[in-house]
């Protein structure tokens, strides 16, 4: 998130798209939870209803920058690989190569 009121102007005078005003702490806080935002900037489409169309428009943009498949429903945030499992895969490594691969004793 921008850490002051001329680092969000700056940045968003760069993008087409409408914010939430960076004096909004509350609002900006709640979506951030809401929409799960992990950076910026952060593009959701929502339908009138306020059901979500599209939760990564930002990729899909990049994607589709002419707008052709628009609104680009169902793209999602990629998920990024779990930390957990990439820790477990270590240790496992390192279990495997320490108990049942042992190194050899210099002779």
């Not at 004096?23 to 929409?35: E, G, N, T």
Request: glycine share 4%; hydrophobic share 45%.
């Amino acid at each position: 998130m921008d850490r002051s009121q001329e680092q969000f102007d700056k940045y968003f005078a760069t993008m087409p798209w409408l914010a939430v005003p960076w004096r909004d702490d509350q609002l900006r806080s709640v979506l951030s939870r809401k929409f799960k935002v992990q950076g910026i900037p952060h593009l959701v489409i929502l339908a009138p209803d306020s059901t979500v169309i599209s939760a990564n428009a930002r990729s899909a943009v990049g994607v589709d920058p002419n707008g052709d498949k628009f609104p680009w429903q169902g793209t999602q945030e990629p998920r990024p690989f779990p930390i957990p499992w990439l820790l477990l895969a270590f240790l496992l490594f390192w279990l495997i190569n320490t108990y049942l691969f042992p190194p050899k004793p210099k002779t």
